[in-house]
């Protein structure tokens, strides 16, 4: 089983503030997966990254996958409200197709 | 809109009273996935079928169980509930086998009372 650390666990913010939370692993993965969950709600994809080193951004958000394809982290500029929620990474690797998933950082950005 | 649909939203059950919780997905995905998650906590994966072919986790305990009759429908069978599977149970799709990334459902809420 490979193992995602995910950190830091809790973050709590006030509005417009930048933020990073990170995803680590000892293990090398072919892709990795960002999701954020709402509460009561299930995981919702925001961004796959596949090549190492490879940047993405998605408005706001911006993703980095590691140059050895074994960590990746999440930047968020001028943090929201609406940001709130736990972000989730997960990859798969080794072989296998099924990714694991980190414990996740639970975020809330204050108005 | 193609989608992941969880039936129902919360579920109430009492120790050991059977429950079925229900998947369906209009995105014609051939992997299905079910998952544990409990508060705070990484989501856990209990089964998964690639079309119809069965994949039980190795720590999944016997008390649950799966059905896949269809492409779009999944379900997920707790034959004795008891109060640590309280939980919220999510269902998610990848298209083919190989593809990593996931498509979930919004979740069934578990509560055992």
């Known amino acids: 089983t490979q193992l995602l650390e995910q950190s830091p666990q809790f973050l709590s913010i006030q509005e417009g503030e930048n933020l990073t939370v990170y995803c680590n692993s000892s293990?090398?993965?072919?892709?990795l997966q960002w999701y954020r969950q709402e509460p009561g709600e299930g995981p919702v994809l925001l961004v796959t990254v596949v090549t190492g080193g490879e940047v993405k951004k998605l408005k706001r958000l911006t993703f980095q996958f590691g140059d050895a394809r074994k960590d990746s982290s999440l930047h968020i500029t001028a943090a929201q409200p609406g940001d709130t929620g736990l972000y989730l990474c997960?990859?798969?690797?080794?072989?296998?197709?099924?990714?694991?998933f980190g414990r996740g950082t639970s975020l809330i950005v204050h108005p | 809109d193609a989608m992941v649909i969880q039936n129902p939203r919360y579920q109430v059950t009492q120790f050991g009273k059977p429950v079925t919780l229900s998947c369906s997905q209009t995105l014609n995905h051939n992997v299905m996935y079910w998952y544990q998650q409990k508060s705070s906590q990484a989501p856990k994966l209990l089964f998964h079928y690639y079309d119809k072919d069965f994949n039980n986790e190795a720590d999944t305990p016997d008390n649950f169980q799966s059905r896949r009759p269809n492409t779009s429908f999944c379900f997920l069978d707790i034959r004795s509930p008891g109060l640590g599977d309280a939980a919220m149970y999510l269902c998610a799709t990848s298209r083919v086998k190989g593809e990593e990334t996931q498509y979930f459902g919004p979740g069934t809420r578990l509560l055992v009372l």
């Open positions: 997960a990859g798969a690797g080794g072989g296998s197709y099924i990714p694991t």
């Open positions: 293990s090398v993965f072919s892709s």
